[in-house]
């Protein structure tokens, strides 16, 4: 990690009159989440076939029993946020970064005081019957599906389903919708911990620079604008943007 970059960073974040985060699993790895792709990525283990919408709706049972095998392994009690999620928390709050957008369903920014989060493939806290609307958290879901081997069913006679996005469903448009507006008026928009391969979210990066912003990718791993961004990390997220912190 070259410090001249970190405070070059640090210094456009300073003058930006509106700047973003771009989350993916990589924020989370060293909090303990797996990633789903990749190596010792949970699709390593999971078909990820059996996480699509065609499936919950031809066989909520054998999906629900799938869903609560890939829960039990992707969350964890003793999870917490990790130095990452607490800088961009720390970013929001000191009026640095206006909104976070995250590709993760594991709750870790709101967790670390994150407020304004846009959860653009949803959450893994809640389902929601697709017949009433009706919500209930998902390890009351959970617990169903644990005692009786069958989806977890609503009052109205409908089937609950998690609110994450499935394989073959859209993003919640609301959230897309707002996504893309904070992205076209960011000055800055920093990319941490996401390979920038699934689109739409990894489209986000070149509507901030269509409208004449930089970007800056803190990844691990090479992501296609690795020769566009203004600015490219190939470090660890919880020790960048900590770094970024104190250099602000």
């Known amino acids: 990690?070259?410090?001249?970059?970190?405070?070059?960073?640090?210094?456009?974040?300073?003058?930006?009159r509106s700047a973003v985060a771009l989350t993916g699993a990589g924020l989370s790895r060293a909090s303990g989440v797996p990633t789903f792709r990749g190596e010792d990525g949970l699709y390593e283990e999971f078909?990820?076939?059996?996480?699509?919408?065609?499936?919950?709706?031809?066989?909520?049972?054998?999906?629900?029993?799938d869903w609560l095998a890939l829960h039990e392994h992707f969350f964890d009690e003793a999870v917490a946020p990790n130095a990452a999620h607490e800088s961009l928390a720390t970013l929001e709050r000191e009026g640095?970064?206006?909104?976070?957008?995250?590709?993760?369903?594991d709750?870790?920014?709101?967790?670390?005081?994150?407020?304004?989060?846009?959860?653009?493939?949803?959450t893994g806290s809640t389902a929601t019957c697709e017949d009433c609307g009706n919500v209930v958290d998902v390890e009351t879901a959970n617990a169903v599906v644990e005692a009786t081997d069958s989806a977890p069913e609503c009052d109205c006679g409908g089937v609950y389903k998690p609110d994450t996005v499935l394989f073959g469903e859209r993003l919640p448009e609301a959230a897309l919708a707002a996504a893309r507006r904070r992205a076209a008026r960011a000055d800055v928009?920093?990319?941490?911990?996401?390979?920038?391969?699934?689109?739409?979210?990894?489209?986000?990066?070149?509507?901030?620079?269509?409208?004449?912003?930089?970007?800056?990718?803190?990844?691990?791993?090479a992501t296609r604008y690795a020769d566009r961004a203004e600015f490219v990390f190939r470090d660890r997220v919880e020790d960048v943007l900590p770094a970024v912190v104190d250099a602000l």
């Open 107 to 122: 709750g870790l920014h709101v967790a670390a005081g994150s407020e304004s989060v846009v959860h653009l493939h949803g």
């Open 189 to 221: 928009l920093v990319a941490a911990g996401s390979s920038l391969t699934v689109d739409p979210a990894a489209g986000l990066p070149a509507v901030t620079q269509r409208e004449g912003g930089a970007v800056a990718v803190v990844n691990l791993e």
């Open 47 to 65: 078909d990820e076939s059996a996480f699509a919408l065609r499936r919950f709706h031809a066989d909520p049972d054998g999906f629900w029993r």
């Open 1 to 16: 990690m070259n410090d001249s970059d970190v405070t070059a960073l640090a210094d456009a974040l300073r003058d930006a």
């Open 96 to 105: 640095v970064l206006d909104a976070v957008l995250t590709q993760n369903v």
